[in-house]
């Protein structure tokens, strides 16, 4: 019977016989076959592991050189921490609510990123007088990320909607009680350097900085987004994802990592008050 169909007008989709006159594969042809190399996502298009730790590898290079730049240019390290910030926060929002991954605008998000953090562990060495708060932060951070990524291999833990729920309303929570503590900073109605966070509580007769409660909580917040952010990457390789999607992973990763080490900055900086 005939059919409409382009693909079944092949001389394979043919009456028997139809390919006796197709020329047959070689055993050097076979050969070169097994030998060749399989696909990659350049030649497939789709989401790899290996392409996207290639992004995230590539974004934290930028962030780490326009770090070490802003460390090291000391009179100039206020503007630059200023700069990254507001321009990192801005391009953190477009890069977020952006339909399709934009790489320039990524990487560029990795740059403005890198000179914050670089002025701000600067600002914070200093006022620690070299204590060296910024290589415990930087180790710290390693551990949370390398221990988060073991879990999550081992399949000990993982993102499910219940937690994911708990841990937007515990983040909710947490911007609202940053943007109130910076806000009583600005207006001078709450004392130490880090306005609320620098107060004392007691719990069970131990007095302890309301900054360390909070900074842990946060920490366990940012490895639950680092879940997320590794299973975000998990769907998309099993779904075959296009290769694009693996900037939007770097992306997250980044975001996730900067906001940890900043956290655990701070953390060290609270202990030392």
């Keep these: 019977m005939a059919t409409s169909n382009p693909a079944f007008r092949n001389a394979a989709f043919g009456a028997p016989g139809a390919v006796a006159t ?3 594969l070689s055993d ?3 050969q070169a076959l097994y030998n060749s190399p399989s696909a990659g996502a350049q030649d497939t298009d789709r989401m790899t592991y290996e392409d996207t730790i290639r992004k995230s590898v590539l974004s934290f290079a930028i962030l780490l050189v326009a770090a070490a730049a802003s460390w090291v240019l000391t009179p100039f390290v206020p503007f630059l921490l200023i700069l990254g910030a507001i321009g990192g926060l801005v391009l953190g929002l477009v890069n977020a609510f952006k339909k399709e991954p934009s790489p320039g605008l990524i990487l560029a998000y990795a740059g403005l990123q890198g000179l914050f953090v670089g002025g701000i562990s600067r600002i914070f060495e200093d006022s620690a ?3 060296g708060v910024v290589s415990q932060a930087v180790v710290a951070t390693l551990v949370v990320v390398g221990v988060t990524l ?4 081992s399949g000990k833990i993982r993102a499910s909607k219940k937690a994911t729920k708990i841990f937007l309303i515990a983040m909710i929570g947490y911007a609202v009680f940053s943007l109130i503590n910076v806000g009583m900073m600005i207006f001078g109605a709450a004392d130490g350097a880090f306005g609320m966070r620098s107060s004392t509580i007691s719990i069970a007769g131990f007095d302890i900085k309301l900054g360390l409660i909070i ?3 946060a920490v366990l917040l940012a490895a639950y987004s680092l879940v997320l952010d ?8 099993s779904n075959r994802a296009p290769r694009k999607y693996g900037w939007t992973a770097a992306f997250g990763i980044m975001v996730t990592v900067v906001w940890l080490y900043v956290e655990m900055l701070r953390i060290f900086m609270i202990a030392r008050e």
């Design 129 to 131: 007088g070299g204590a």
């Design 230 to 237: 590794f299973d975000f990457i998990q769907k998309g390789v």
């Design 150 to 153: 073991a879990l999550f291999r």
């Design 22 to 24: 197709s020329k047959e």
């Design 215 to 217: 900074g842990v909580l």
């Design 28 to 30: 050097n042809d076979l």
